[in-house]
């Protein structure tokens, strides 16, 4: 499973790496960014590294072999159910998309729309002219990262004989065999199964794929990173730290409305710093911080280059006072309640989870499990955080509320992952 996990991994960093290539020798005003060509180099010099680091890993002898429990006919029966429901899913979300074009608001107002005026000759330098064509949303030809539409356009590129939307359907496929991949060793085979069955049915990620969005993207590499974290803090390969921070780091161009990295990097330095000491977690956690700080810095100058500082929200020493003050006025309240209805009974899964992560477990494993707890702890406050800033400056900021849920969706594998292994490990006693 470690070969497959790493094939997968490694593509889908080699598709960030030439999306960026692309977008670099392609935007002259990119090009001479502070930023762009020290990105570039960062980002091959850790795929070659990280190369390096899986094949010495395979070249050396491994010291036992674990023993493999055969299942019986029954657990072999059930098994075989698990992998038809599974193959279903992935099959309806075909059968779904293969008929259906780029037709979502989004999806023709934005992802689909840039990759046929790229395909056209226009640049996303240039897409800022389009703002006298549609005023109200602007902003969301050249300030959204360019990863989704870079995607559309190479497929239109291609010639594939399918509607893009069969892009979805291939990326959830390309999901499901990474997350099995990485639950194989720590769950076996059969409960991995049931993880991945309850998994691909959770009608909040399995609707991401049948519509032209960034959520399901975004969804696909900050899930495979945070689970390569997790991998590596149980097994301290180079090779899975580096191939999960360009997969969690990248993901800023594919959505970049939450700082979802630094809810990730936080948790990872509190478990590090516990696992390893301060002196051998240093370099690690630097790395990483400023890996993503970097790619974060690269695209937030083209934006301001290209369109002038427009932005979505606004920022000044008053929009940063105003919610300090709601905290006394009782907005904060206000703001809770709605965040509570915007989770609904999602919320429950996410608590299961959080103490999932902190009941006794195999000891060589606690401290990855409590990393994992960690992330949704952060990115609750972290989605918290900007729900409340958000709604002091717009009317319409609970509409956001459903962005925020399909954006959290990286979160559903880590709290499966958490309580079938709880469920599994009663299920032992």
Not at 20 to 42: A, G, H
Not at 336 to 348: D, E, R, T, V
Request: charged fraction near 15%; include cysteine.
């Amino acid at each position: 499973m470690n070969k497959l996990t790493f094939a997968i991994t490694f593509f889908l960093s080699v598709v960030l790496l030439l999306a960026k290539t692309y977008f670099f020798f392609s935007e002259s005003v990119y090009l001479y960014s502070p930023f762009s060509s020290l990105e570039l180099i960062v980002l091959v010099v850790l795929l070659i590294v990280t190369i390096a680091s899986f094949l010495r890993a395979e070249l050396e002898i491994t010291p036992f072999v674990r023993k493999i429990d055969v299942p019986s006919a029954f657990q072999r029966g059930i098994m075989a159910l698990l992998l038809v429901g599974v193959g279903l899913i992935v099959l309806i979300s075909f059968l779904h998309t293969r008929v259906k074009a780029a037709l979502d608001w989004d999806a023709v107002a934005l992802y689909d729309a840039r990759a046929q005026f790229l395909q056209s000759g226009l640049r996303f330098s240039e897409m800022k002219s389009l703002t006298t064509y549609d005023t109200k949303n602007g902003y969301y030809y050249s300030l959204y990262p360019p990863f989704t539409s870079l995607l559309h356009l190479a497929w239109y590129e291609a010639g594939v004989p399918f509607t893009i939307s069969t892009l979805y359907s291939t990326l959830f496929l390309i999901f499901a065999v990474g997350i099995f991949s990485l639950f194989v060793p720590r769950l076996g085979a059969s409960w991995s199964l049931l993880a991945l069955f309850v998994l691909l049915g959770q009608k909040l990620l399995f609707t991401t794929s049948l519509v032209a969005y960034t959520n399901l993207p975004f969804t696909l590499y900050l899930s495979l990173g945070v689970l390569l974290l997790h991998k590596y803090l149980h097994e301290p390969k180079l090779h899975w730290l580096l191939l999960s921070i360009a997969l969690i780091a990248g993901s800023q161009w594919i959505r970049a409305l939450e700082p979802t990295w630094l809810a990730i990097l936080l948790p990872f330095a509190l478990i590090t710093l516990k696992k390893f000491g301060i002196k051998a977690s240093i370099t690690r956690i630097l790395v990483f911080m400023l890996i993503c700080i970097m790619q974060y810095l690269s695209w937030r100058y083209f934006t301001e280059v290209i369109s002038d500082k427009e932005g979505i929200f606004r920022s000044s020493l008053l929009f940063l006072l105003e919610p300090v003050a709601g905290v006394f006025s009782g907005s904060f309240l206000l703001i809770m309640k709605a965040y509570i209805n915007m989770w609904g009974s999602g919320l429950l899964l996410y608590l299961a989870a959080i103490a999932s992560s902190l009941l006794g477990k195999e000891q060589e494993e606690q401290d990855a499990d409590y990393f994992l707890g960690g992330v949704i702890v952060f990115s609750f406050l972290m989605y918290f955080s900007g729900l409340y800033f958000i709604s002091f400056q717009f009317d319409w900021w609970p509409e956001m509320g459903g962005s925020l849920l399909r954006s959290s969706t990286f979160l559903l594998p880590i709290s499966i992952y958490l309580l079938v292994k709880t469920v599994k490990a009663l299920f032992r006693k």
